[in-house]
């Protein structure tokens, strides 16, 4: 362990743990994926990092969008999202989460992932190499540190608009709100 | 032998163009209502794989160009395999009003989902299929997307912009 990192860890045991546990979600969409399995694996081995990759939403708390997002996938990735267990973080990997990519006019691809989930991170390109994972995840790390990597406070703070987005895709969306409004006066203010 | 083959579609059937566009091809211009007996015919010959099922959209001309591309699965089973990989096209030309085939599932059993898959993208019926239910996607289209008059920019300005970003 890092010697100079130890009052932070006797400061803040379970932030500094959170830090250095991020458990990915295995959620392949799109192309980026492709760059996935060399990461978690021997060639770049994310485990350097404290990233593993687990098989269930119920496990992990990164969750990695790696590619386009087609309004099917869309949909796994809101309920999957909402399987994650608090404090989650999601990073958005190519550029087509961020605004479309070269699917900017497509009919089946959502162009801006952030209007339907938080996002904590994004990592431009198309595609990000291996390293730009790594880069991202030590900028994910200075964030957690920061107390900024807040999209799961920001989710439930702002759930209205969010499932008021969802639902102007979907129209029903085929399960009951995460977050339930607790009065109708913030109802009617969403 | 591809000309053994060619000459023999032409014989056996009156009404369908045969054409070799390059070598180890063949391109078969079939009626509509004779594309299962082709099909049948061609497979008993020995193009037992139906390799893709596909979908040409021909606004100018108001018309539709289902192409069906064969191969051999099996090398033994024929002399033509031997020599070189054969692909034979079978193309039907049906109207863009109405668009309506006869499924071939009873020939070339998967051609069970790329019938659904054209069906959906473009619209077009297969009669006799067992569910034409949706494959791919999640909304409802109006024009079936793969359509050359389904206009995608205008669709995502309908569809995706009007959505507000998240305001935090």
């Known amino acids: ?190 | 032998m591809i000309s053994s083959l060619k000459s023999s579609l032409e014989s056996t059937f009156k009404d369908v163009a045969v054409g070799e566009p390059e070598a180890g091809r063949l391109s078969v211009l079939a009626p509509k209502d004779s594309l299962p007996v082709v099909l049948r015919y061609l497979k008993e010959n020995g193009l037992d794989h139906l390799a893709l099922l596909s979908c040409v959209d021909w606004p100018e001309r108001g018309k539709f160009e289902v192409v069906y591309v064969l191969s051999c699965y099996m090398p033994s089973n024929t002399d033509y395999a031997s020599e070189q990989r054969l692909h034979v096209f079978v193309k039907a030309e049906i109207p863009r009003e109405h668009p309506a085939l006869q499924s071939v599932i009873d020939v070339f059993e998967n051609a069970e989902p790329y019938e659904r898959e054209i069906h959906e993208l473009f619209g077009v019926h297969f009669a006799g299929h067992p569910r034409l239910i949706p494959l791919f996607l999640e909304r409802e289209y109006e024009i079936p997307p793969f359509r050359k008059d389904f206009d995608t920019r205008q669709y995502v300005a309908e569809t995706f912009d009007p959505i507000p970003p998240v305001d935090e």
């Not at chain 1, 959502?110 to 989930?117: A, E, P, T, W």
Request: with cysteine.
């Open chain 1, 1 to 190: 362990m890092d010697r100079n990192q130890l009052a932070k860890w006797l400061k803040s045991p379970v932030e500094m743990a959170n830090k250095y546990s991020l458990h990915a979600v295995y959620f392949c969409t799109g192309c980026g994926i492709i760059e996935i399995p060399p990461v978690i694996t021997a060639r770049w081995d994310a485990e350097r990092f404290g990233i593993k990759a687990v098989a269930t939403p119920r496990q992990g708390n990164l969750f990695m969008i790696t590619g386009y997002v087609s309004l099917k996938t869309l949909k796994a990735i809101i309920r999957t999202y909402e399987q994650m267990p608090d404090p989650k973080y999601t990073v958005a990997f190519g550029s087509c989460p961020i605004n479309g990519g070269m699917y900017w006019d497509s009919y089946n691809t959502i162009k801006h992932l952030d209007k339907y989930i938080p996002i904590d991170g994004w990592i431009a390109g198309c595609m990000p190499r291996p390293e730009a994972v790594f880069i991202g995840v030590t900028h994910l790390w200075t964030l957690i540190d920061k107390g900024k990597a807040d999209g799961y406070i920001r989710y439930s703070k702002n759930y209205a608009s969010y499932r008021r987005n969802q639902e102007m895709l979907f129209g029903d969306l085929g399960w009951p709100p995460l977050y339930p409004s607790e009065s109708p006066a913030e109802e009617a203010r969403a």
